[in-house]
């Protein structure tokens, strides 16, 4: 368990999702945070885009790339909320199936989006955390499996089209977590709190 000061701390989750995937991502966030003893507020941004960040001790963003864009609910949060999210311990959990590509230039624009975002809003989250969401082909029409099936197909990725392939990294996400609050572990150790 990795306690931050000897206390829980108290964080807000916001997601935004389209397809699903991110919300099961930010889902995952905030069960592992409770199993760290902290408090989470789980907040959709595409529902409540008016969560307070101040009222945490931190916050983890995670959103989806559809598009070349984050979803515009997101985005309009971020900017609403970055001076507060800047002032505080805050991550940021990018979400697309491009960082999962074998192709460098798509990992490389994927790595891209959260710079982008940066300059859109002036948010620069603290931890950021590049993730691959999920093919669910099972769940698409026709013209979306098979475009996405041609894509896939072009960058090594699954293309079976009669299940659903989800290539997010669960450990990772796992990872991510405990390397932020090891980090608040360390900066309250310094501050002598």
Not at 16 to 38: F, W
Not at 168 to 184: G, M, P, Q, S, Y
Request: charged share 25%; net charge negative.
């Amino acid at each position: 368990m990795i306690n931050v000061g000897g206390l829980g701390m108290n964080f807000l989750v916001l997601y935004s999702t389209i397809e699903g995937q991110t919300r099961k991502i930010a889902e995952a966030v905030a069960s592992h945070l409770e199993t760290q003893g902290h408090m989470v507020m789980l907040t959709d941004a595409n529902q409540v885009g008016f969560a307070d960040p101040g009222t945490s001790d931190g916050a983890i963003l995670c959103a989806p790339v559809h598009i070349g864009r984050y979803p515009s609910p997101f985005v309009h949060y971020v900017h609403d909320w970055g001076t507060v999210l800047n002032d505080m311990p805050s991550a940021f959990i990018s979400v697309s199936l491009s960082i999962a590509s074998a192709d460098e230039e798509e990992k490389t624009e994927a790595r891209d989006y959260p710079v982008r975002l940066a300059d859109e809003t002036g948010w620069k989250p603290r931890f950021v955390l590049h993730c691959a969401g999920a093919l669910k082909y099972t769940e698409y029409d026709f013209f979306k499996r098979w475009m996405l099936k041609r894509i896939a197909s072009a960058e090594g990725g699954p293309i079976d089209t009669k299940h659903d392939h989800e290539l997010t990294n669960w450990t990772e996400i796992k990872r991510f977590v405990d390397d932020i609050l090891r980090a608040l572990v360390k900066e309250r150790n310094l501050a002598g709190e």
